[in-house]
């Protein structure tokens, strides 16, 4: 059976001490990409879905920013700020291959002091990183995202 699949992500970043952009990632536990680094996401909340012959369709409730921020408060807990709003995320990409959508977000922390600890056990630990330092490897795509986002900032 094929499905439809709908999920964002959340890229947190900071300006350290020496004012360099960093971003939070975390090494995957879980399939798929496990042992891959990676920012804090997964699926939308799914209302109801229905199948017509060998697809299964699922509707779901929740949009893409929304789905960004509650993986990532599921996910993690920040100290030393405090979790964005909805609409403070920053749209950093979109793609759909098929039956899969997949949006980022980022958003930038004030304090460089800030820490974000791992509640999940998706990651074996989150890690801040700068750019110049990005760790391998690391989830395909996404190294794009993170220099786009620098720019931005």
């Not at 990409?33 to 804090?40: A, P, Q």
């Not at 893409?64 to 403070?88: S, Y």
């Amino acid at each position: 059976m094929i499905w439809n699949y709908q999920g964002a992500g959340l890229l947190f970043a900071k300006r350290d001490k020496e004012n360099q952009f960093a971003v939070c990632l975390g090494k995957r536990k879980w399939k798929p990409f496990s042992g891959y680094y990676s920012m804090l996401g997964g699926e939308s909340n799914g209302m109801s879905d229905h199948v017509l012959g060998l697809f299964r369709f699922k509707h779901y409730r929740e949009d893409f920013r929304a789905t960004a921020l509650r993986e990532a408060r599921e996910e993690c807990k920040i100290v030393g700020n405090t979790f964005p709003g909805i609409n403070q995320l920053i749209p950093l990409s979109k793609m759909t291959l098929g039956v899969f959508s997949w949006e980022t977000f980022g958003y930038v922390l004030e304090n460089p002091e800030s820490s974000i600890i791992s509640t999940s056990s998706e990651f074996d630990e989150l890690t801040w990183y700068r750019t110049d330092e990005l760790p391998d490897p690391i989830f395909p795509g996404l190294k794009h995202t993170i220099y786009k986002f620098e720019g931005l900032s």
